[in-house]
């Protein structure tokens, strides 16, 4: 794992600046004077020592930029500090030339810089499954397929066989490029299933569709005999929730199979995930967790070209949390991944704009899906594929035409 995991930070407004710099203990004149240079990139570090911090102060003022450290770090009498990294991509370039002849390790953090820069400007151009290479020249859509009773917004929908297959050729003829198929309810309290009863309602559906459908198909599980099953009878993605963390075989089945992976973040299991919601720091938070799952992924024999990664909107987190995801999924492109995100009739949008009913949530998933697409998201999970492929085309041509 990265030393010192360099992250972006994605602060939009001038109040965000400010909490940025309040949560790492900077004096308030240097809030004062920061917060308006905070409008170009900006890099967070954690718990760096005093000396180091004071080297990169130093050298950022150099470059014409600057450095965020706690009040203290001058005189070395805090023991470490956070540090916001503030300066134009040509700036903290000229930083990670300096750093090279610096002491304290910090050559190797001029190596994680240069990476993170490099994600910062590429974006990912494919994402490789164990089937093909699946473009991301326009954002993907991923068509959610429920073969569940108590799924919280279609449970007991498709839950029929030969309805499930229906609404999966319907779906790719609204445009899906990836058909989600879950045999598991991941919503909030809902109570765990075996593996013998997942098996028993995907892979007669997974086998059945894997001979009609041109688009590819993807296995919503985190157990790792579901997914390697799954793989065998036509899967060719694996969208485990837990990031490798709920089943210790996961990312070697993943790695035998040559399967594309997204990894989320949740924090807790489904039945009891909304209990705890609260953050010292959110997006610190959900980059140290999937840092830590690409780490199991690429220990285990996953190619980088192979995952992508979903911050886990709605598993365990609340509404603010969830909004503050969406504002700030450009954080996550430094990863250099493809960015996932699932908004879609999520009891969020429907807190906010007072809809009980999921059906109701339409206009808010496609308010969520289009700023996903706008702020770096790629691949979007949905329900109503033939409205949100049209939101998230709409959005991808606003920003990249």
């Known amino acids: 794992m990265a030393r010192f995991a360099p992250r972006l930070l994605v602060v939009p407004t001038p109040g965000d600046a400010a909490r940025e710099l309040g949560r790492i203990a900077v004096d308030s004149y240097g809030i004062v004077e920061m917060v308006p240079k905070m409008r170009t990139l900006c890099i967070g570090l954690s718990r760096l020592e005093c000396r180091q911090a004071n080297v990169l102060k130093q050298e950022m003022l150099s470059v014409g930029g600057d450095a965020a450290v706690a009040r203290g770090t001058v005189a070395c009498s805090v023991e470490s500090t956070d540090c916001v990294l503030i300066g134009t991509i040509k700036q903290l370039k000229r930083l990670t030339q300096k750093l090279k002849a610096q002491p304290f390790g910090l050559p190797e953090l001029a190596g994680e810089l240069d990476r993170l820069l490099a994600h910062a400007v590429s974006v990912p151009t494919v994402w490789k499954t164990s089937r093909r290479l699946l473009s991301l020249q326009r954002p993907l859509i991923m068509g959610i397929l429920n073969l569940t009773p108590d799924s919280f917004s279609d449970g007991g929908r498709c839950f029929a066989p030969d309805l499930a297959f229906e609404r999966a050729l319907e779906m790719e003829a609204e445009g899906a490029d990836i058909i989600d198929i879950g045999g598991e309810s991941t919503r909030p309290g809902a109570a765990p299933v075996s593996s013998a009863e997942e098996l028993n309602r995907v892979i007669p559906v997974i086998e059945r569709l894997a001979g009609r459908l041109k688009c590819a198909i993807s296995v919503d599980t985190w157990k790792s005999a579901v997914a390697s099953r799954a793989l065998l009878a036509g899967a060719e993605i694996i969208n485990d929730i837990s990031g490798f963390n709920f089943d210790s075989q996961m990312a070697g089945v993943a790695a035998a199979g040559g399967a594309g992976v997204v990894l989320m973040h949740t924090r807790g299991t489904p039945d009891n995930m909304q209990q705890d919601t609260a953050y010292d720091d959110m997006m610190a938070e959900i980059t140290a967790n999937l840092s830590a799952s690409i780490v199991r992924a690429q220990e285990s ?50 807190k906010v704009l007072g809809r009980e009913n999921t059906d109701d949530r339409l206009f808010g998933t496609a308010a969520a899906v289009a700023l996903s697409v706008s702020h770096g998201s790629s691949i979007l999970r949905v329900h109503d594929v033939r409205a949100m492929r049209d939101v998230a085309d709409m959005a991808h041509a606003v920003m990249h035409s």
Do not use: H, M, Q
Request: charged share 20%; proline share 6%; glycine share 18%.
């Open 301 to 350: 024999g996953v190619s980088d070209n192979c995952i992508a990664i979903d911050p886990g909107i709605g598993f365990g987190k609340d509404v603010a949390g969830n909004l503050e995801i969406i504002r700030r999924i450009a954080e996550l492109t430094g990863f250099g991944f493809p960015v996932l995100t699932g908004p879609s009739r999520k009891s969020f949008i429907g």
